[in-house]
């Protein structure tokens, strides 16, 4: 009797760890929306950072998805990831624990994150697929998933187009992110 | 049973203390690095702050000692704009020498700078209004305004309630008095050659600096004479600072001919060379932005994997990097070579001066605002070019046709590329056939199937 009851507990604990668990992943991934929501409305009306084009009523032409990291090595910094290796520095304002965490993000993503049209004000926005925008060929960003770290405070985001490399951290000022400094651009000729 | 229940129980509680331990997820606070010297700089503002509300609500100016009483304003003197504290800034940190400065306004079109500066030495405090107003030809060329080397024009200084006190006009660096145009020792351009300072990081300005704009105080009429200190530990009115003993171009190209052809532009004539300039003023005296030439003979593109000629790299907010394959290149003229270097130049320049902002891209940038620069520079380096005009601008376009095509985020949008061709046609050079034109001056005449006459040889080849 007294173990079929300590079987009991043991279940109805181990349900509601792992519901914690998993309603924690959700409130991360979340999170995580409605930060990349807000970057697209601070950095899309007034400061295009993300170089995003626009139709003429304002539409933004997107790809359907944010690349992950492991396309990025596989299509891009081919030559052992040297481009994204983030170590310590007081000019990029990184401390160790951030490097261990971007390099660990960056080289364990494989995860493609879908940009929903419900992201944007009155739906503003056209999702174009990899094929159209190869045949579209003004279209050709690719956009690798924002990395936010410190808490939300800090974020790296980059993008890539032909030999192109553009990537950024911003910072989080007044509710609101701001462009904070370039982390490294790379053009090739 | 009993014994059983007793390690089911413990099993279970270590379980527990196992999951819940698992489940946490820790977020780390980052420790502001700033915050040391953010707390510093705070506390030199609050002093520099108190000690300057009080002289100015006591209508005092200058040493308090002497009481000298700020009077009505004379045509000369201005009435200062309120200050705005948040802009302060640690000027410089020599070695038991620190101060703020605060920057009040700028002109940027004629580089009319006006700054609150202080010193603070030993917990006193002197501090006035200066004035930076330098010559046209001179502000055209220094576009830092921290940069003093070889300064011309004139630095006013008035008091902190904005009373002129002295003003001192310079030329090519040297301090000439106001009335005989004859050199005087006080107020030149002071270089601490030898003092090692320390780099500090501050809030909107860093600095790294051996030599700095000092006038003495006690050429400075209406302030009593104070003790002229040989050591520099106070006396003076600092007014900004630029290391003009260190280059902050470095050339790591190995490749001699190529190694050669860097250096030539680095050291042309500022006035006719406006690549050169660029190249010059932007990265070479400012002592913020660093700019490494490195050479990468295996250079290829990142996505394409193309071999490619030359590679920009911003690496941060303050360092850039230019990286060339010589091996490539070598297949090309000097001159040809030397429109690539300063291709990439231009996209460094661009990446400082635009930032984020893209459009239109650097290619087009450099085709609409560039191409006569280019030219021109090439022509003060190439002196054989200067009679074929034509074969120079259309070298420039055979530089920029690589970067024409569709995808306009980065490419030349071929339309626009046509439509400069034309523009040049209709102003009377006749570039219908730049492509063969840019031959004329495009190959290596040192390698075997090298056909440019006008092109001057390169002798470091590649098999």
Redesign the interface.
């Known amino acids: 009797m007294?173990?079929y009851i300590?079987k009991l507990?043991?279940t109805f604990?181990?349900i509601v760890?792992s519901c914690?668990?998993f309603a924690?992943k959700i409130k991360?991934e979340k999170r995580e929306i409605q930060e990349i929501k807000l970057i697209f409305k601070d950095f899309t009306n007034n400061?295009?950072?993300l170089?995003i084009n626009k139709e003429l009523d304002g539409t933004l032409i997107l790809p359907t998805h944010f690349k992950n990291y492991k396309n990025y090595f596989k299509?891009?910094?081919?030559?052992g990831g040297a481009?994204l290796n983030f170590t310590p520095?007081?000019?990029?304002?990184l401390?160790k624990?951030?490097c261990v965490y971007l390099n660990y993000v960056t080289l364990n993503d494989s995860n493609l994150l879908f940009i929903e049209k419900s992201w944007f004000p009155n739906n503003k926005v056209k999702t174009l697929t990899d094929s159209a925008r190869k045949l579209y060929?003004?279209y050709?960003?690719d956009f690798m998933k924002p990395i936010f770290f410190?808490?939300y405070k800090r974020c790296f985001i980059a993008f890539?187009?032909?030999?192109?490399?553009?990537s950024?951290f911003l910072k989080k000022k007044n509710k609101h992110w701001v462009?904070d400094?370039?982390?490294?651009?790379?053009?090739?000729? | 049973m009993i014994k059983?229940?007793k390690t089911?129980?413990f099993i279970?509680a270590l379980?527990?203390t196992f999951?819940?331990s698992c489940?946490k997820?820790i977020?780390?606070?980052?420790?502001n690095?700033s915050q040391t010297v953010s707390n510093e700089l705070k506390t030199l503002v609050t002093k520099v702050r108190a000690w300057r509300d009080s002289l100015v609500s006591n209508k005092t100016i200058g040493s308090s000692e002497n009481n000298i009483k700020s009077l009505s304003l004379s045509q000369n003197d201005i009435v200062p704009p309120v200050i705005d504290w948040d802009k302060a800034f640690k000027n410089f940190d020599t070695i038991g020498k620190k101060g703020i400065s605060v920057p009040l306004s700028y002109d940027p079109i004629s580089g009319n700078y006006l700054q609150f500066v202080t010193s603070l030495v030993k917990n006193k405090i002197t501090g006035f209004i200066v004035r930076t107003l330098p010559d046209s030809a001179y502000h055209k060329i220094h576009r830092n305004r921290y940069d003093f080397s070889n300064f011309s024009g004139t630095i006013i200084v008035y008091d902190i309630t904005g009373k002129y006190l002295n003003q001192v006009n310079f030329k090519k660096g040297d301090a000439i008095k106001a009335n005989n145009n004859s050199t005087n020792k006080w107020g030149q351009i002071k270089i601490f050659e030898e003092e090692v300072l320390p780099e500090v990081?501050v809030i909107g300005h860093r600095k790294r600096s051996t030599s700095y704009l000092l006038i003495f105080l006690n050429n400075i009429k209406g302030v009593p004479n104070q003790e002229f200190d040989p050591n520099f530990d106070g006396g003076g009115v600092p007014v900004g600072g630029i290391d003009d003993g260190l280059l902050e171009i470095i050339n790591e190209i190995t490749d001699p001919c190529l190694k050669y052809l860097v250096n030539n532009l680095q050291n042309s004539d500022k006035l006719n060379n406006a690549i050169g300039a660029i190249m010059q003023s932007v990265f070479g005296k400012s002592a913020k932005l660093n700019l490494t030439f490195k050479q990468d003979n295996n250079?290829i593109?990142?996505?394409?994997?193309?071999a490619?000629?030359?590679?920009?790299?911003?690496?941060?907010?303050?360092?850039f990097e230019i990286r060339l394959n010589a091996k490539k290149l070598s297949e090309f003229s000097q001159e040809r070579q030397t429109l690539?270097i300063m291709?990439?130049i231009l996209?460094n320049y661009f990446?400082n001066a635009y930032?984020?902002i893209?459009?239109p891209n650097?290619h087009t940038r450099m085709l609409n605002d560039y191409i006569e620069e280019m030219a021109s520079s090439l022509e003060n380096l190439f002196p054989n070019l200067k009679d074929h005009h034509d074969v120079t601008i259309a070298l420039c376009f055979d530089n920029l046709w690589?970067?024409a095509?569709?995808?306009?985020?980065?490419e030349i949008d071929p339309f626009e590329f046509n439509n400069a061709i034309s523009k040049y046609n209709s102003l009377g050079v006749n570039l219908n056939n730049w492509k063969s034109l840019a031959m004329d001056a495009k190959w290596n005449n040192s390698l075997k199937d090298g056909d440019s006459p006008l092109g001057t040889a390169s002798d470091c080849i590649y098999k």
């Open positions: 007294i173990e300590f507990i043991i604990t181990l760890i914690n668990s924690q991360k400061n295009n950072i170089q299509e891009f910094d081919k030559n481009l520095s007081k000019i990029h304002k401390i624990s951030d060929k003004h050709s960003q410190r808490n890539y187009y032909s030999d192109n490399l553009y950024y462009y400094r370039v982390y490294k651009i790379v053009a090739v000729d | 059983q229940f089911i129980l279970g379980l527990l999951m819940s489940k997820e977020v780390m606070e980052a420790p690095e990081v250079l593109g990142k996505k394409t994997l193309r490619a000629y030359g590679e920009s790299q911003q690496l941060s907010d303050i360092n690539t291709h990439e996209h990446f930032g984020i893209n459009e650097g690589s970067s095509g569709p995808e306009k985020e980065f």
